[in-house]
């Protein structure tokens, strides 16, 4: 089945730094690819996703990008704020019925 | 709008019991529903995903006898886990999607504590 790996697990960053999170996947047949913020107690909450077609993909201060032949996706946050500070899990897709989370990456932007 | 709700937050029982959580999609009819399990500072681990009026399709490893999954209603399905034990004590959190959309919806979580 999917395995999706995610790294750093956790990443410190100076307010108004980048933050990058880059994630592995195994399965080939994945096809999309959310991401979710998960703030303390709280919901994780779809930031932005990507499907296989597209290449990367920018919101604002968010951008991901998607490299199929390598299987790997990353999450590129720049301007990063103290209310970036959350844990962010990236995923794969390999059906429509099916998303595995990867392990997440505990994000904190110090003022 | 896409609100899912989920009750209850947090439920203590004894070991034994049975303990049914719901997860409602407020203003959007969900198609399929999603049920994860995630432990402390750890990922969502994806349970059973279910179709509306269909059987839930359970992951690898995942006890369905153990874990029932009941999706009757484009606006609810509901998760019980019988007989608990303290190794199922968790966090349980629900996802909706509506057809169509890959955009999962998540609730807010359920905490069980088996004692």
């Known amino acids: 089945g999917e395995n999706v790996e995610q790294h750093p697990s956790t990443l410190s960053v100076q307010e108004g730094d980048s933050a990058v999170i880059k994630c592995t996947y195994s399965d080939s047949a994945s096809n999309y690819f959310p991401w979710y913020k998960q703030e303390l107690g709280k919901r994780p909450q779809l930031i932005i996703d990507?499907?296989?077609?597209?290449g990367e993909k920018k919101d604002q201060r968010i951008a991901v990008t998607l490299n199929k032949t390598a299987k790997h996706f990353s999450l590129h946050i720049t301007e990063t704020q103290p209310e970036d500070s959350a844990v962010y899990f990236c995923a794969a897709s390999p059906s429509y019925d099916k998303v595995i989370f990867g392990p997440g990456t505990s994000l904190s932007v110090i003022p | 709008g896409a609100v899912v709700s989920q009750h209850p937050s947090r439920v203590i029982c004894k070991s034994g019991t049975s303990v049914k959580i719901e997860c409602r999609s407020l203003?959007?009819?969900?198609?399929?529903m999603f049920w994860y399990r995630q432990f402390p500072k750890k990922s969502l681990m994806l349970m059973a995903t279910?179709?509306?009026?269909?059987?839930?399709?359970?992951e690898q490893g995942v006890e369905k006898d153990k874990f029932l999954i009941n999706h009757a209603s484009l606006t609810l399905s509901t998760l019980t886990v019988t007989s608990a034990h303290p190794e199922d004590s968790s966090f349980y959190i629900c996802s909706a999607r509506t057809g169509g959309s890959e955009t999962q919806y998540f609730g807010p979580g359920t905490r069980l504590l088996v004692l």
């Open positions: 990507i499907r296989s077609n597209v």
């Open positions: 203003d959007f009819q969900a198609t399929t």
């Open positions: 279910s179709n509306e009026g269909s059987k839930a399709t359970y």
